[in-house]
């Protein structure tokens, strides 16, 4: 069974949309379509004069068969 950490990044303070790209770098670095995860951390950036929105997920992701 191969594991690892991956993260994802949504400049629009989208936590779905930085789940769903940590889950896809957790397949392709995995090379498989199936993956068990759990969120390790969830921190991102917010205001500022250019209006930042950053979040940012990373889970530890493991291959599994189905």
Request: no cysteine.
């Amino acid at each position: 069974m191969s594991e690892g950490n991956f993260e994802g990044t949504s400049k629009n303070g989208d936590i779905q949309e930085a789940l769903a790209e940590a889950i896809s770098a957790a397949k392709s670095g995995l090379t498989t379509d199936f993956v068990r995860w759990q969120l390790e951390q969830l921190f991102g950036e917010d205001g500022g004069f250019v209006l930042v929105q950053n979040v940012t997920v990373r889970i530890h992701a493991q291959t599994a068969s189905e």
